[in-house]
């Protein structure tokens, strides 16, 4: 790390947590979240005016705690990153305005961000440079996406992506099914340790006119219904759930597919490079069979720890220290807040 390279604060308030992270380069100086998740728990799902309540109180003692923690002073850094989409309209408003704030009032640039993009760039604090291309499993609440990345800061391209349910939320409502907590990613994950894949849950587009239509597409809403189905019926029998079997069987449902597509669409486009972003990156069983199916067809696979996985300031600010390291023209002072931003605009 060195003086000369870009200071950057990174803001994302896309979702339900507060995120603000400093990076210096690519060197990541800290990583501060406040998260409203257990304010969402009762509802079984995110309340977006109860995120947006949240970003307002928790955005002002989160950056005060980064630059604390970091020993950053914000007339020091050097640009301003912020999450310009997508997510819910009124959380990403909450982080457009304080970031615009601290742009004017600092005098500093201001750069609004994809948070896909964000989600994929973050890897560089842990790995180094990204290699161009290479090729992005994006698995969030929110996303399940299949990226061609020739260059993070500027082009980034659609392969497949979900056409209905994302990843994430489908944990999220098989877990609601077996009585899980929510967010259900996390507990599914643990409840299958203690299983077996016992139960063979279909896998959306993975065959015949399906999956020529739909090559790199996913899909998961039969799959929830087939889980929600299957545990009706041995509830009406009277037999107890194995909610250790169901999740792991459901599991595995889910990463074959992804991961069978992510190593499909690496051959498919000749790219050696595979990256795992967003929330589900952080599924154990995700990142096993990955590995495995990677080193088995020389795939070089980077997955970002857990933490820096779900959604964070850190990536905001690892985008935006690329974009100014590579001379990208800031955003205009009026950028949007733009809930369905697409992924081919990196920058707003
Ligand atoms: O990226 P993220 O923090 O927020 C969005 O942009 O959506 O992802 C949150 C999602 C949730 O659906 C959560 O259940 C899922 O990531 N998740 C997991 C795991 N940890 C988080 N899913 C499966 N296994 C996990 N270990
Ligand atoms: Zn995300």
Redesign the pocket.
Known sequence: MTADQPLVLGIET????TGVGIVRGETLLVDAVASSVDEHARFGGVVPEVASRAHLEAMVPTIERACRESGVRLADLDAIAVTSGP?LAGALLVGVAAAKALAVGLGKPLYGVN?LAS?VAVDVVEHGPLPEPCLALL?????SSLLLVPDVTADVRPLGQTIDD????A??KV?RVLGLP?????Y???AARDGQVAIDFPRGLTGGRDLERHRFDFSFSGLKTAVSRWVQLREQSGESVPVADVAASF?EAVVDVLTRKAVAACRSEGVDDLLI??????????RALAHERCDATGIRLRVPR?GL???NGAMVAALGAQMVARGVTPSALDLPADSSMPVTLVRA
Do not use: K
């Not at 929510?182 to 996390?186: C, L, Q, V």
């Open positions: 896309s979702c339900d947590e997510g948070h989600h698995v969030s609440g929110g996303h994302a990843a994430g939320e944990f999220d877990a929510f967010p259900g990613g996390p599914i994950d643990r599991q972003g967003g929330g589900v990156a952080a599924n154990s069983r995700l857990p996985c779900t959604d």
